[in-house]
């Protein structure tokens, strides 16, 4: 590029003196504790799903394959929730709620659902568990905390329970997709080769092995942070928590 | 500051005096150290015709740690000419060994390097001897940024133009012919532009003035756009992807250009706010478009 931007650098903005936020409007509260409401719902459905099939069963094994379907529609269902920030009905920044979501939908759609072979390993169960029992709390904690009326056992067990549910989520998802690497090495799955006429390739296997390093010195500062944050500012601004 | 002469009264010794209020608590003297007091001065400013009467109170802002344009700038851009052709010449361990020091059999992967080289030197020239620069400096994490972007693309585009299975574009050599000359009419008005926008400020000095086309047909775009710079370096880019018909390159010129607008609609914006006599019919970017 020809030129680049001013140079002048932006001083870090100062927490101190700070605008009350402005909350949504009443059309966009009513619009957040439906899609809450439903999502808190959903994700009970597949809690409810996963016990009752453990229970017919008698066995861990196989379970995705009860709830294989609302698991889809749910996870991908939270897409939504980018929107939310970008049209700003909901202070939480796009990128962060983006990463979040997409490497979610990601490990459903493009790992889970893509790679037949993995659907029967326990690893996916792991990470199915983490996701139920977190979602569970966080979207009963936007419910509760758009209605005003924050029980604080729900808090609690949002920034409680993340300690034990975090990892247990990390772990079932990594040994996912180590369990697909095989699979996609084999088939050469969503992979480009040369020779082509747009002189382009893409090695899924490998883009999965990066994407596991990826998780080791990112995610837990993101998850984390992004968690004292909003612990941060629940406490200064009581009336109206962080949201997604 | 005594003496027979009228002087202004400055507190300026090793601390920094603001006017607070009894009441103010720390915190608050905290923010407005680092508050914005609308814009800066400018170097050049003389005290006397300042805006104050006979005491005068400055507010200091701390940019953190910083680096010259010049050097960014010059960093930035000799990565890519360097990696460049360390893929061209297909140095060991990029390309299987059996291809180590080959060269491509087609003779478009020769002129894609030629016109990426020239492209960089170039650039590296124009920071040497025609921009000038506004500001001194930039942040310092700026080149850590910029030079993983430009290094990074050019890495990857290398990579596929110069590899043993490249394929050259469908249309052959009609499609790589106009390809380069739009590259090569968009490379002389780019460079046109950045003449024409440095004969508008005398040398040191940092004034800005309405840029208007001149005798040279490349500048006359001028009437229609505010920052042409960035309309021939995308049309450039255009051209290169045509020519080598590499979908990086494609998303490197995307890239490129929704930076590039972005910039241009921040300059046009300021062009407004500073000239009331600024040409209605300009656009930012793409004319009557963006």
């Known amino acids: 590029m020809s030129a680049a931007a001013p140079g002048t650098s932006k001083t870090g903005h100062s927490d101190v003196v700070q605008k009350k936020k402005k909350g949504p409007g009443a059309l966009a509260t009513a619009y957040l504790v439906i899609y809450n409401v439903v999502m808190t719902a959903g994700w009970l459905v597949i809690a409810v799903g996963l016990v009752r099939a453990y229970l017919a069963r008698g066995s861990y094994h196989g379970l995705y394959y009860s709830i294989e379907k609302p698991l889809k529609f749910f996870q ?11 049209v700003g009905i909901v202070p939480s920044s796009v990128v962060l709620t983006g990463f979040q979501v997409m490497s979610r939908v990601f490990l459903t759609w493009a790992v889970t659902h893509s790679v037949r072979e993995v659907q029967s390993e326990d690893s996916v169960l792991l990470f199915v568990t983490a996701w139920t029992v977190t ?39 990594l040994l996912t997709i180590y369990a697909a690497l095989p699979f996609v090495q084999k088939t050469g799955l969503y992979s480009i080769t040369l020779p082509n006429k747009y002189n382009f390739s893409f090695d899924y296997y490998t883009f999965l092995i990066l994407t596991m390093i990826s998780y080791i010195p990112l995610p837990p500062e993101k998850r984390t942070n992004a968690l004292w944050k909003e612990q941060r500012k629940a406490c200064r601004h009581s009336e109206y928590p962080s949201q997604r | 500051m005594n003496g027979k002469k009228q002087g202004y009264y400055l507190s ?7 006017c607070v209020e009894p009441n103010a608590t720390i915190g608050e003297i905290k923010s407005m150290f680092h508050k914005s007091q609308g814009k800066s001065l400018k170097d050049e400013d003389v005290l006397q015709h300042l805006p104050v009467g006979t005491t005068a109170t400055f507010y200091f802002r701390d940019l953190g740690a910083q680096i010259s344009w010049v050097t960014v700038f010059l960093t930035e851009y000799t990565g890519p000419l360097v990696i460049y052709l360390m893929f061209y010449f297909r140095v060991p361990f990029i390309y299987a060994p ?99 926008l440095r004969n508008l400020r005398p040398p040191g000095s940092k004034t800005r003035k309405i ?14 756009v505010s920052c042409p710079n960035y309309t021939y370096e995308l049309g450039s880019w255009l051209g290169f992807t045509l ?14 250009f929704v930076q590039m607008t972005v910039w241009a609609k921040g300059k046009h914006r300021s062009y407004l706010k500073e000239f009331r006599d600024y040409p209605p019919l300009r656009s930012p970017i793409l004319p009557f478009v963006l």
Request: aromatic share 20%; net charge positive.
């Open chain 2, 211 to 224: 840029p208007y086309p001149t005798k040279n047909p490349f500048t006359w775009i001028f009437l229609l």
């Open chain 2, 12 to 18: 300026l010794c090793a601390c920094v005096c603001v």
């Open chain 1, 135 to 173: 979602e569970i709390i966080r979207y009963s904690f936007y419910t509760f905390s758009l209605l005003n009326h924050l029980p604080y056992l729900i808090k609690w067990a949002r920034y409680t329970f993340f300690f034990a549910l975090y990892p247990m989520g990390v772990t079932g998802e």
């Open chain 2, 243 to 256: 020519m080598t018909q590499c979908l990086p390159v494609a998303f490197f010129t995307v890239v490129g």
């Open chain 1, 76 to 86: 991908t269902g939270a897409l939504l929730e980018i929107l939310h920030c970008a």
């Open chain 2, 98 to 196: 059996k291809y180590d020091f080959t060269t491509s059999k087609h003779w478009v992967v020769h002129l894609a390097c030629m016109c990426h080289s020239f492209h960089y030197v170039k650039r590296l020239l124009e920071t040497l001897f025609v921009h000038r620069f506004s500001h001194g400096t930039m942040p310092l994490r700026n080149i850590f940024k910029n030079c993983t972007y430009y290094w990074g693309f050019a890495a990857w585009m290398a990579y596929y133009i110069n590899h043993p299975l490249y394929t050259p574009p469908i249309y052959g050599e009609q499609q790589i012919r106009l390809a380069l000359i739009l590259f090569l009419f968009c490379q002389i008005g780019n460079f046109s532009i950045h003449i024409a």
